[in-house]
């Protein structure tokens, strides 16, 4: 920092001297002022502005927190089921998005040319935990399956996933035919959602059930449903 604020200074330095020399300058009369002065004068408000710099903080695009890993004896899921309406993505997919859906140049838009993104934090976080080895299910209560999936693949999200599913159907429902399918008890399973109203009946199974902030869902919510899982399962409802 201080080689650069010294380049900064110089650079100011050398500009008032080519200024000051220009031949329209010289011709004012001011005895109180000379190029001497003026550098002097700009060199004190170089330090000043230099003494008093402050930390600036730049939110990263995706989340770089890493869930800890695994310790031998520990419990872990078998699968980690997050719902993707306002949990991976910030909108209701039949409420507040016009069919159909197009990719533009890697730019997602709906009818409407509302832009789709997923919340900012979510790719980081499928790769982190997609690296540690646990298995991902998204699920969603749309009985448009066609566009989820070209959702998903163009938000490049398909490589983490080891199932996707969405129907009409209520959610405890859905988290029961992936038990079925990939024959994995409901103790085995970790459960993150933005929305209360369906988990009472998904923790009834003995999932392990997380609701999310309105922010999606972060790296905290599943390090909490681990944690939860790791000391509580399978007996936690």
Known sequence: IKNSDNIISLNWINFIKKFWNMNFIKQIKLPILNVDFIVYFLFLIGNVKCSCKTSVYIQPTHSTEKPKPRIPGELYPRMIIMYMDRTIWPFWFELDVTRPIKNKNGIILDDGFQPL?????????????????????????????????????WFDFNKYLTHKMSMSAPKKELVRIISQKYKIDFGDMLYLDSEYDEIPDIAELNVVCIQTGD?????????????????AAPDYG
């Open 117 to 153: 993104k997923p919340f900012q934090q979510i790719p980081g976080l499928l790769d982190s935990l997609h690296k540690q080895g646990y298995k991902l299910a998204f699920i969603n209560q749309s009985p448009d399956n066609a566009s989820m999936e070209n959702l998903l693949e």
């Open 215 to 231: 922010k999606g869902v972060t790296m905290e919510d599943v390090q909490k449903g681990l944690h939860i899982f790791s000391t």
